[in-house]
């Protein structure tokens, strides 16, 4: 990898962290400290590309839980973070 792409990728990874943080802290406000305990404070992002986001869990049970609650908070607070019609 050249100066250039690592460059370009090191602003890319900038970005994406600058999305998750941003986005974490949204959910944070948005929610309970039941609700962050319980599940929203356990996702990671995986990855950003196009239009979605995807985020992982750490296990079965909380991607039930985070399916059935919360993926409409998470959906809704993506867009208003990114400005972007996003699918999570």
């Known amino acids: 990898m050249d100066n250039t792409s690592l ?11 600058e999305v998750w943080s941003a986005l974490q802290i949204s959910l944070k406000n948005k929610s309970t400290e039941a609700m962050w305990q319980a599940g ?7 990855d950003i590309s196009h239009d979605n986001l ?3 869990v750490p296990n079965q049970i909380q991607l039930l839980r985070v399916q059935q609650r919360y993926l409409s908070l998470i959906t ?6 990114t400005g972007s019609p996003v699918t999570v």
């Open 7 to 17: 460059g370009l990728w090191r602003n890319l990874m900038q970005g994406v962290e």
């Open 54 to 56: 995807v985020i992982s």
């Open 76 to 81: 809704e607070q993506a867009r208003a973070v």
């Open 40 to 46: 929203l404070g356990q996702l990671r992002l995986v």
